[in-house]
């Protein structure tokens, strides 16, 4: 052997010990990269997602039974009220009430529970955890354009997709339900949402991967799902989110405060002030936060100081977190204002393991919310971040970023099914960043199969979440449980 053959053949040897295969003479030999697919991957996933319907038929999606296991409505409740603060459980209880659409909205944790007891396929995404249909929303970009998307992450994790699917599906009959719709409106609603996912997931699995990721931009959402009706609607809120904004809130919220800058006011039992050593606490951990936004971020709130901290109470589910706002103030006294809302471990994790699906590891509960976020979404808020404060985890993003959201429970039956497709269609996008869409598009089908399913389960598990909510209003009415209604 020369010494050019012995050359040739220590070099194939290496090669073949770093997993390149020989390749002819001429082309590039270059291994598999950690972290990106194969240059020739096994297997269609496709072909996998439809070879799953022999192992979970879609129409199996349809049944809903409770299970004995389940807890009944007023325990889970009560549960869920644990390590929020006192005061204001009554509060998110009266919330509750007011409706078993608000009922639902308030109870993830045991919608969870159910749903870890249906069919599910195994294919796992980010998913929101709460994907009802207000979690839906209007939110401004970088510079101050429009986009809709899911927009509340609070509960979200890596677990089946179908358990956002039917919690949106659900969600529709009963906003119908309290719009007045009738039932053919609700479960058509249901079953065009249902339809909207899977057709966009089949569309999004034929498109380039950078097109597909980036997609359904807002010009296209209403033609693509055909939610026309929906127009005048969707104008209005956006007209009014335009105008909700930091400098809007603080200009209603703060007053003078007698050196030079602004501070709260209060409107209890919605904002409060907070002692002195609390608010610093709260200032104190945005220096962490500032840890965990890209350093291109850092000049941006270098130019705003800190001025005052206030106690604000938001949402359903969220009522008896801590959430505070915080006023900043630039060089001109123009306000920016940030949410530091406690993040509670997502009340689907109990739950994930009986799906199939692994428990992992949350080094932070704020952590999870905003890296779910990004996961999710194609916009994010550009001042997305998390904290610790006094030993408990906080998300931090802006308040009143020119956020609006449809009320779908005042939509016409005409509406109610335009928005269905429109979160539908919004849904499968967002699962595509974590899933394969060939994967579940192959399980999803061409058919109406899946769609009939969903809209089945909606009604049925609508029916369980209207009893759940009488039982709530009866607990209530009897004292064991104290509400505060109208707040």
């Not at 194969?38 to 999606?61: I, Q």
């Not at 510079?143 to 956002?164: K, Q």
């Not at 809130?249 to 209890?268: H, P, Q």
């Not at 409060?272 to 850092?298: F, G, K, Q």
Request: hydrophobic share 45%; charged share 25%.
């Amino acid at each position: 052997m020369t010494g050019s053959e012995v050359e040739t053949a220590g070099a194939e040897a290496g090669a073949a010990e770093a997993g390149v295969t020989a390749a002819p003479a001429g082309s590039v030999r270059i291994p598999s990269v950690r972290g990106f697919a194969p240059r020739s991957a096994p297997g269609s996933p496709k072909k996998e997602g439809k070879a799953l319907r022999d192992r979970v038929p879609r129409a199996a999606h349809a049944a809903y039974e409770a299970h004995p296991d389940r807890p009944d409505a007023v325990s889970a409740v009560e549960e869920s009220g644990r390590d929020r603060i006192p005061e204001l459980t009554p509060i998110r209880v009266g919330r509750m009430t007011a409706s078993p659409f608000a009922f639902l909205r308030g109870s993830a944790g045991l919608m969870a529970h159910d749903l870890a007891r249906t069919p599910a396929t195994g294919i796992g995404a980010q998913i929101c955890g709460d994907a009802h249909a207000a979690n839906f929303g209007l939110y401004a970009d970088a510079r101050g354009g429009l986009v809709i998307d899911l927009n509340d992450f609070d509960e979200t994790a890596f677990g089946p997709w179908e358990w956002d699917l039917k919690r949106l599906v659900t969600s529709l009959v009963l906003a119908g339900r309290e719009a007045g719709a009738d039932e053919d409106a609700c479960a058509a609603a249901a079953r065009d949402a249902a339809g909207a996912y899977r057709r966009t997931m089949r569309l999004l699995a034929k498109m380039p991967v950078l097109d597909a990721w980036n997609a359904i931009a807002d010009e296209e959402l209403v033609s693509h799902t055909d939610a026309h009706d929906l127009l005048g609607t969707l104008e209005r809120v956006a007209k009014k989110a335009r105008a909700n904004t930091s400098g809007r809130f603080a200009a209603k919220s703060t007053e003078d405060d007698g050196d030079g800058g602004r501070r709260f006011t209060e409107a209890l039992p919605v904002l409060r002030r907070v002692p002195d050593a609390e608010a610093a606490a709260v200032a104190a951990s945005l220096a962490e936060y500032l840890t965990t936004l890209p350093e291109d971020r850092l000049p941006l709130l270098a130019r705003y100081a800190v001025h005052d901290v206030a106690f604000r109470v938001v949402g359903t589910g969220s009522v008896g977190t801590r959430s505070y706002v915080v006023l900043l103030l630039d060089h001109r006294g123009e306000p920016l204002v940030l949410q530091v809302k406690e993040a509670r471990p997502s009340v689907l994790l109990p739950h994930l393991a009986a799906a199939g699906h692994a428990v992992p590891e949350v080094p932070h509960e704020g952590r999870r919310v905003v890296l779910g976020q990004k996961r999710m979404q194609v916009v994010s808020d550009i001042l997305l971040g998390w904290t610790t404060v006094e030993g408990r985890p906080f998300q931090v993003r802006q308040f009143r970023n020119r956020k609006g959201s449809v009320d779908p429970a005042a939509l016409a039956a005409d509406q109610l099914d335009d928005y269905g497709r429109m979160t539908g269609a919004l849904l499968a996008r967002a699962h595509t960043h974590s899933a394969d869409p060939r994967l579940i598009a192959g399980y999803c089908g061409k058919n109406e199969e899946l769609d009939e399913a969903l809209a089945a389960f909606a009604v049925a598990y609508a029916d369980g979440v209207e009893r759940d909510h009488a039982a709530l209003v009866a607990a209530v009415a009897a004292g064991r449980v104290p509400a505060e209604r109208g707040v």
